[in-house]
């Protein structure tokens, strides 16, 4: 990410890595950051927590958790009485899908952003190591970045919003090695779909999958607490 010192930066924080990532690049940067974190009610609550202690690791100057009820919707495992797959890496988009999830949260980004007068928004998508999610495309990205002059007052004026997603082509061992060399402590993330009532992560899932293979590959150690050992 170019530099951006003194600049507003749009963070979504969700508390996973890749989120965590792209806070340590705003901060790399010398952006101010404004993180955004979204309560859509998920059953995973505990990724909350972690947006909170990443947003204070990274010296957010506004950390704002919005709260969205997106279980009124369901749809989704992570949000409605749905169980979560295990082992379920690859093929179709998986029940972990959250209906138009980055289309909703990328919107409410480009409305916090005109609000602080800031042209800059970064998510974590990713397109190679992720679920097979449509809303983590860059096609996708492209397509917002054209709606954000079309639908905002600042877009008519001819602000051209800027979407970044540093992540885009980045494997998960990429991502991991990132981490250690922003000096971030990969372990204030969480990723895990299921997480265990005494808080570990499932290892199971195929987030947990994801994220245990990114650290084998990168041949650094993994700070995550699993309560199965995922195999890859």
């Given at each position: 990410m ?10 979504l924080?969700?508390g ?5 990532v ?6 790399e940067a ?7 974190t979204?309560d859509?009610?998920?059953?995973h ?10 947003a204070?690791a ?6 704002i958790?919005?709260p969205l ?5 369901g749809g ?6 749905i ?9 179709d988009v998986?029940?972990?899908y ?7 949260f990328?919107?409410?980004?480009l ?22 999610y449509?809303d ?5 990205i492209?397509?917002?970045?054209k ?10 004026k001819?602000?051209e ?16 090695k990132e981490?250690a ?12 779909y299921?997480?265990?009532?005494d808080?570990k ?9 994801l ?8 041949g ?7 309560a ?5």
């Amino acid at each position: 990410m170019k530099d951006l010192s003194g600049k507003n930066m749009i963070v979504l924080l969700s508390g996973g890595l890749d989120s965590m990532v792209c806070a340590g690049l705003a901060r790399e940067a010398g952006c101010r950051i404004v993180a955004l974190t979204v309560d859509y009610n998920q059953r995973h609550r505990v990724e909350l927590e972690s947006a909170a202690r990443i947003a204070k690791a990274v010296g957010a100057a506004e950390h704002i958790v919005l709260p969205l009820d997106l279980r009124r919707f369901g749809g989704s495992a992570l949000t409605a009485d749905i169980d979560v797959p295990k082992a379920d890496v690859g093929g179709d988009v998986p029940v972990t899908y959250v209906p138009a999830r980055n289309l909703i949260f990328l919107s409410l980004t480009l409305g916090l952003a005109e609000a602080r007068q800031a042209k800059d928004i970064v998510i974590g998508v990713n397109a190679l190591d992720y679920s097979g999610y449509p809303d983590c495309r860059p096609d996708f990205i492209a397509g917002f970045e054209k709606l954000a002059a079309l639908a905002t007052r600042d877009g008519d004026k001819g602000v051209e919003f800027k979407i970044h997603a540093p992540l885009q082509y980045m494997s998960k061992a990429d991502i991991a090695k990132e981490a250690a060399r922003l000096g971030l402590d990969a372990g204030m993330s969480w990723s895990c779909y299921d997480p265990t009532p005494d808080g570990k992560h499932c290892g199971e899932c195929d987030s947990c999958y994801l994220r245990s293979k990114g650290y084998a590959e990168a041949g650094l150690p993994d700070p995550t607490v699993y309560a199965v050992k995922p195999r890859i």
